[in-house]
Nanobody
Framework: QVQLVESGGGLVQAGGSLRLSCAVS????????MGWFRQAPRKEREFVAI????????ASTAFVKGRFTISRDNAKSTVYLQMNSLEPEDTAVYYC????????????????????WGQGTQVTVSS
């Protein structure tokens, strides 16, 4: 069975940085599109970024462009989210998700498109 385990969350001051990791076991990581989502209290889960299994295709939502970078290491079956210039509004539980994708360049932005999810990691940004 496929398991996703996030790590790297924590408490950071505004303007600081964190790097989230998501290690995937089971399945065929090199054929998964990997996404990051986040969910703040009393809000819906929202798309943050995705990297296709080609390792080249990426997309992110407008509010993180220029601040967050998604990447993957197929040899380690791990996807990363480098988060810089963090703001209090970035406070949320961050989830990684995997999608068995037919092509390496397809972008998936909706949570229901994904097949597997991690348990989430808390990111708290203080002002």
């Amino acid at each position: 069975q496929v398991q996703l385990v996030e790590s790297g969350g924590g408490l950071v001051q505004a303007g600081g940085s964190l790097r989230l990791s998501c290690a995937v076991s089971g399945g065929t990581f090199s054929r998964y599109a990997m996404g990051w989502f986040r969910q703040a209290p009393r809000k819906e889960r929202e798309f943050v970024a995705i990297v296709g299994w080609d390792g080249v295709t990426t997309a992110s939502t407008a509010f993180v462009k220029g601040r967050f970078t998604i990447s993957r290491d197929n040899a380690k079956s791990t996807v990363y989210l480098q988060m810089n210039s963090l703001e209090p509004e970035d406070t949320a539980v961050y989830y990684c998700a995997a999608k068995e994708a037919r092509t390496g360049s397809t972008i998936y932005r909706t949570p229901r498109a994904y097949d597997y999810w991690g348990q989430g990691t808390q990111v708290t940004v203080s002002s």
